[in-house]
């Protein structure tokens, strides 16, 4: 198993950027496929990014695509999406997720973080 806690989230101005950051603890973090995932109040689930065992494979949703970066530290165990020129649109709760297989990387987590809200104001 593995525990997923996020931070870095916060309130910043259209335009600006900001990382967040997804520690894990347990065991094997590199064995994990790591995703991002947000939920803006009455929508669903939104996948974010996800990145591969190494960080040579990541996927990004089309709205996010050019502007968030995910990369990971397996040394540190944690796993960073950064966000640029971020638009009123992207603010939501942002949650970290993990799963065993890069299959379908925007489906079929099994753990999950407990989330970090990022607020865009125009």
């Known amino acids: 198993q593995v525990q997923l806690v996020e931070s870095g989230g916060g309130l910043v101005q259209a335009g600006d950027s900001l990382r967040l950051s997804c520690a894990a603890s347990?065991?094997?973090?590199?064995?994990?496929?790591m995703g991002w995932f947000r939920q803006a109040p009455g929508k669903e689930r939104e996948f974010v990014a996800a990145i591969g065992w190494s960080g040579d494979s990541t996927n990004y949703a089309d709205s996010v695509k050019g502007r968030f970066t995910i990369s990971r530290d397996n040394a540190k165990n944690t796993v960073y999406l950064q966000m640029n020129t971020l638009k009123p649109e992207d603010t939501a709760p942002y949650y970290c997720?993990?799963?065993?297989?890069?299959?379908?990387?925007?489906?079929?987590?099994?753990?999950w973080g407990q989330g970090t809200q990022v607020t865009v104001a125009s």
């Open positions: 997720a993990a799963k065993k297989t890069y299959a379908l990387p925007n489906v079929g987590y099994d753990y």
């Open positions: 347990g065991r094997a973090f590199s064995s994990y496929v």
